[in-house]
């Protein structure tokens, strides 16, 4: 066990909340005694002392107060005894004088000790209890430098280390630096090392507190590493378009669950867990053309959250998750041409959005998921009952939702690339019924929308394919609606693009297939672009794609 920072320190920091953010404080209480500092760090001398090996004990008074019969005594004690103070901010601690009694005794007690402030919920200044704001010389309050674990803000892992640098005095460059490293290093072995681990200690706890302790750190740390390989770990290997990592690290991070057939083995947590491994290596396997590997894994991930769902019917949470599933399944019979199927998930998974948008219509996930419905169901009207009426209402309806999505989270870039999509949908509405004009305003649309978002992330290769269909088909339509100068250029742009994400994945077979298609069209006698690509290129390029 890691020695406090410094002798008189007791425990490493005081968490204050409110008690209505109990849930929130748990988590962080959990992630913060599960960190290990990097071991180069660990040792060393910082702005407020030598950086321990980890941060246990955090004091939280529903896990740590014993039954003593003068609550406030104890809880003076433990603020005497710690070596920080970290405020979780809502509009709940801002009005809790509970919390306010906290801030102010720590820093009568402690007047050097750092006090760490960390937005949960709420917008600033609202969600700070007054305690922690300062009235400055010119009569106005200052309020203090904070963390922000929103997703619109830092983040919860990258605020976790802004806190742990707070704690340690370690700088964050540095932190951040060392902790990705490691971060990347461990998350290929560690997960299985790590669950053995928990058993062993598991089955000791009957004889030894500390190995109780030590199971629960083992856990939460295994558990934090799948969490991190289903995000952040995932969003950018996506974005280089690393099929091949990816499935490694779900395998990996699947192994952690075992192949457990009686679902009532998981905790509804870890069933949860489970079920996003098993969409994320259904999602790889359509990405590569293995569409019955890919139903495997989205019907036994239904199976797991249609489990959940049914053990809480009313709970959000689950039916988020459960219409996932909805999702992926119908997507595979999509693409399968099986158009009775995918109507019939897609038709649970929109009734599923409408149901969680009932609940919180000023959600802006619910407000995606709505959209996705929409745009789901307008698929199968236009591909699949070739009603381009019917499909032109429903992509209209999923670009409205998209646009409200995006007006809730103007800063984020998810929802701006599904309002291109759905503009791409419905410029297929309007070409299915030869509206030639129409059709192309709704893809330049899309097509605006794409640059954007390709100018600002240049090296996300996912979004270089969305630009790379949408410039190809810009170029056709213009040549349709007799704009004959931008067919050129246009395509032009989509052949360079094509053959830019081939190189970086040859066995991509989305890639593979838009580059045969674009090869197509140069070498079109109705575009007239007078060649540029040869007959036998072409060959070569229908035949990787179909191989």
Not at 283 to 301: I, Q, T, Y
Not at 309 to 327: G, V
Not at 328 to 349: F, I, K, N, S, T
Not at 510 to 528: F, G, I, N, T, Y
Request: glycine share 6%.
């Amino acid at each position: 066990m890691a020695e406090p920072m410094r002798p008189e320190v007791r425990y490493t920091a005081f968490l204050s909340y409110s008690h209505k953010d109990a849930a929130a404080a748990g988590r962080l209480h959990r992630r913060l005694e599960a960190y290990r500092l990097p071991k180069r760090l660990a040792g060393s001398q910082a702005a407020r002392g030598p950086v321990p090996e980890r941060l246990w004990p955090i004091f939280r008074d529903r896990e740590e107060l014993p039954a003593a019969t003068d609550l406030s005594e104890t809880v003076r004690e433990a603020l005497a005894q710690s070596g920080a103070l970290i405020v979780l901010c809502s509009p709940h601690s801002a009005e809790s004088l509970w919390v306010a009694e906290e801030i102010e005794t720590f820093r009568r007690l402690h007047p050097d000790r750092p006090i760490l402030a960390a937005i949960l919920d709420g917008d600033p200044p609202d969600c700070f209890p007054a305690a922690l704001r300062a009235f400055g010389r010119d009569g106005t309050w200052h309020e203090p430098l904070a963390t922000d674990l929103r997703p619109q803000g830092d983040g919860a892992h990258l605020g976790l280390l802004k806190l742990v640098a707070g704690i340690t005095g370690v700088g964050l460059d540095a932190l951040v630096q060392r902790d990705a490293a490691r971060r990347i290093r461990r998350v290929m072995a560690v997960t299985g090392a790590a669950l053995i681990a928990m058993l062993i200690m598991a089955a000791l706890a009957v004889v030894a507190l500390n190995a109780l302790r030590e199971a629960e750190r083992q856990r939460a740390e295994a558990e934090g590493l799948v969490e991190f390989m289903l995000t952040d770990l995932r969003e950018k290997l996506r974005g280089v378009g690393r099929l091949d990592i990816m499935t490694a690290v779900n395998e990996r991070a699947l192994a952690y669950y075992g192949e457990q057939e009686e679902l009532d083995e998981l905790s509804p947590e870890s069933l949860e867990r489970r079920a996003r491994v098993l969409l994320a290596m259904g999602e790889d396997d359509v990405a590569r053309g293995n569409l019955p590997a890919a139903l495997g894994a989205f019907r036994e991930a239904h199976r797991t959250t249609d489990e959940q769902l049914a053990r809480a019917p009313a709970d959000p949470n689950r039916i988020f998750a459960h219409a996932q599933s909805e999702y992926w399944v119908g997507r595979v019979h999509e693409l399968r041409r099986d158009w009775p199927a995918a109507r019939r998930q897609y038709m649970h998974y929109a009734a599923a959005a409408e149901r969680l948008i009932a609940v919180a219509p000023g959600n802006p996930d619910y407000m995606m998921e709505v959209g996705w419905g929409a745009q789901n169901l307008g698929v199968v009207q236009l591909e699949g009952l070739h009603d381009a009426v019917a499909a032109q209402a429903s992509f209209t309806k999923a670009t409205r939702w998209f646009e409200r999505a995006v007006a809730a989270r103007p800063g984020e870039d998810a929802a701006r690339r599904e309002l291109a999509n759905a503009f791409g949908w419905l410029a297929d509405s309007f070409y299915a019924r030869r509206l030639w004009q129409d059709s192309l305003a709704a893809r330049l649309e899309q097509y605006r929308i794409t640059e954007r978002l390709f100018l600002a992330d240049p090296a996300n290769v996912e979004i270089a394919y969305r630009l790379a269909v949408a410039e190809r088909s810009v170029a056709r339509l213009s040549a349709l609606a007799g704009n004959r100068a931008d067919v050129r250029p246009f395509m032009r742009k989509a052949y360079d693009r094509a053959h830019w994400l081939t190189a970086r994945d040859p066995r991509n077979v989305q890639w593979l297939l838009l580059r045969a298609k674009v090869e197509c069209d140069m070498l079109s006698r109705s575009l007239a672009l007078g060649g540029g690509v040869s007959e036998r290129r072409l060959r070569e390029s229908i035949r990787d794609a179909v191989s």
